[in-house]
């Protein structure tokens, strides 16, 4: 298989590989990469594990091309905290106890991130139909939604 140039950000480092033709962003992320943090759970676009932020836009990595990513920058859960630091979503999932098993963690956190960057402030409606496209079979979902609004609070508090 012919090898392809891929260069692309990641939490904000750049990065540059050469890589399979035809290699999803999900692999080349966990095997060439060393970024672990998107799972694979399906590995056919359904249930959310893979999800990574693409130029501010959540897509999932085992339906993405690498090859489609050059000159993005993309942000995985890995790319969230910073100096140590849980980001305030990562933080409230875990008060919350909303991280069982933790494998449909990572999507459930960028799904709710860029909700939380589009509508600093949602219903939980719209926190529902954000995280809608992720399965989760330990939590029973109440858990999650309960961090995600606790998290909105918590950043309007923050920037007031």
Known sequence: ??????QFTLNGAEKAEFIDSGTTL???LRDKIGDTSPKGGCHQGTCGACSVIIDGELRLSCLTLAET???AAITTTSGLSKGGVLHPLQRAFLDAFATQCGFCTPGMIMAAKVLLDQTPNPSRDE???????NICRCTGYE?????VLTA???NSQNAA
């Open 1 to 6: 298989m012919a090898k392809v140039p891929v």
């Open 26 to 28: 999900l692999h080349a």
């Open 69 to 71: 990513c050059n000159g």
């Open 127 to 133: 926190v529902v139909e954000a995280l809608s496209g």
């Open 143 to 147: 858990p999650i939604i309960q961090a």
């Open 152 to 154: 909105a609070r918590s």
